[in-house]
């Protein structure tokens, strides 16, 4: 594992230029696909079997993140010392963009720290999928009930850090290229608050790896589209957590709005 540059104990992390194919790069949906359903699929084998450990899902995380470098997606990483640093758990908070965090995410943070995520309900009962997701030992929500699912992500969230693991929340109801604060809950402060552990903000630029029209998780590969993730310093919920939680949304506004301006001055998508 220590050959995995991704996991290596450093702040930020660019996608070297050699890592890419310039044939798969021009089919990109034909190279990726195949593989990341055979990572998958080894995966549901060993998971339907309660042989799915952090290890396995750290190397079969990378091996999603090397088969989109295989393709020319340049991954861009910034802001990990802020939470490799922490000697406790924390909660995450972040946009919620793509598929892609949900298979990349581990190669980046579980590494460091155990970690789990807050779900909806329908990643557990996902064909193959589910028994992955399980393994992980999820906080599970219905996306049904706001009240309710309040209430299992205090408890079971809670639950996990005790245990010392972190938990990633996406507060969004939905996958969204667009940040709309209206929508963006503050669950996650809530949770740290209530565990009396820092929360660090995570901003997401991942919509190289598109949604599909038929089947949302299979859309379109598009390596023109650098993908970012970016780690805002720990904050120690005070009050109410009203400041925390507007500080996140100004964090992953701050980026995504950068992002964007910095894409169109060098003609990237």
Not at 142 to 167: A, C, T, Y
């Amino acid at each position: 594992m220590n050959a995995i540059s991704v996991t290596e104990n450093r702040d930020n992390y660019v996608t070297s230029p050699d890592r890419a194919s310039r044939i798969f790069s021009r089919t990109p949906n034909l190279y990726f696909y195949p593989r990341m359903l055979g990572t998958v699929f080894r995966s549901w084998a060993k998971a339907r079997w309660k042989g799915f450990t952090d290890h396995d899902w750290i190397l079969r995380s990378v091996d999603i993140f090397r088969h989109l470098e295989r393709v020319d997606c340049r991954f861009i990483i910034q802001g990990k010392k802020n939470f490799i640093d922490l000697d406790e758990p924390c909660v995450f908070v972040g946009n919620h963009m793509s598929t892609l965090e949900t298979f990349a995410l581990a190669a980046v943070i579980c590494p460091h720290r155990q970690v789990t995520f807050v779900v909806k309900e329908g990643l557990v009962r996902y064909p193959v999928f589910k028994h992955i997701m399980i393994s992980r030992n999820p906080v599970v929500v219905k996306r049904q009930n706001p009240r309710d699912d309040f209430k299992v992500v205090m408890q079971e969230g809670l639950d996990r850090i005790n245990r010392g693991i972190s938990v990633v929340v996406f507060p969004q109801a939905e996958r969204s290229s667009i940040l709309d604060p209206q929508r963006f809950n503050s669950m996650g402060v809530k949770l740290a608050r209530k565990a009396g552990v820092p929360v660090v903000p995570l901003a997401l630029k991942t919509d190289a790896w598109g949604q599909g029209r038929i089947i949302k998780d299979f859309g379109w590969i598009r390596p023109n589209r650098p993908i970012r993730m970016a780690f805002g310093p720990a904050m120690q919920v005070q009050g109410n957590g009203r400041v925390e939680h507007q500080e996140i949304v100004d964090f992953i506004s701050s980026r995504l709005d950068a992002w964007q301006s910095y894409s169109r001055w060098f003609g990237m998508q």
